[in-house]
């Protein structure tokens, strides 16, 4: 089945530690996303990526790092200089361009827990 | 200020009930999302809308451009509709703003 997966679901880390997230899609999308979710807050633009070996810090891109080194993949490393990593990290792939706006597809999800 | 407001910010309605979720925005889009979040988290895109109103089982979203107004209805609401549902708008860019979204419980 074609999609969206992310791993770990629930991520644990000591403070100071940098941790990686995954995220891999087979829909043969040429973008990716990185959002952050907190509580009453709507999601926030991390990093994205319209092309492999090229991506653009989003809204909140500090203390975060990315690589797109495959289409298929889009890992995103939360670094010990994020001041406050918990929350719960969605990644998404769309096509691009098209001018009117293109679907997302979203991850499940890791819920990130820095203690 | 967020550019993307929705109301309300919690609705509880019992089985049956016709439901509306408001979404207002304050810049100019090329396009309207209506997304729904699942207590586990997962989020899945209901309807991507320009102009116009769409309708998909019993949902229907619509979007007055003139009015920067969208609004989600569920018809004959049921308990599995209990999720969050999110408005977001794209602007000239491929990125994104999200509403805070809206907690819908469906009692039976």
């Known amino acids: 089945d074609g999609g969206i997966t992310q791993s770990p679901k629930y991520l644990f880390r000591k403070e100071g530690q940098n941790v990686t997230l995954s995220c891999e899609q087979n829909?043969?999308?040429?973008?990716m996303y990185w959002y952050r979710q907190d509580p009453g807050q709507g999601l926030r633009l991390i990093y994205y990526s319209q092309i492999v070996n090229d991506f653009q810090k989003g809204d909140i891109a500090e203390g975060y790092s990315v690589s797109r080194e495959k289409k298929e993949s889009f890992p995103l490393t939360v670094t010990s200089a994020q001041k406050n990593p918990t929350a719960f990290y969605l990644c998404?792939?769309?096509?691009?361009?098209?001018?009117?706006?293109?679907?997302?597809?979203f991850g499940p999800g890791t819920r990130l827990t820095v203690l | 200020k967020n550019e993307v407001e929705q109301s309300p910010q919690n609705l509880t309605a019992q089985e049956g009930e016709f439901i509306t979720i408001n979404c207002s925005y304050s810049?100019?889009?090329?396009?309207l999302h209506w997304l729904q979040q699942h207590p586990g988290g997962g989020i899945v895109s209901l309807f991507m809308l320009s102009s116009g109103k769409k309708k998909h089982g019993r949902l229907i979203a619509t979007i007055n451009i003139q009015e920067k107004h969208s609004s989600l209805h569920i018809t004959a609401s049921h308990p599995r509709d209990s999720a969050v549902y999110i408005c977001?708008?794209?602007?000239?860019?491929?990125?994104?703003?999200f509403g805070k979204g809206t907690k819908l419980t469906v009692n039976p």
């Open positions: 977001a708008v794209r602007g000239g860019s491929e990125k994104l703003v």
């Open positions: 998404a792939s769309s096509i691009v361009g098209r001018g009117l706006g293109n679907e997302q597809f």
């Open positions: 810049v100019g889009i090329s396009a």
């Open positions: 829909l043969n999308h040429d973008a």
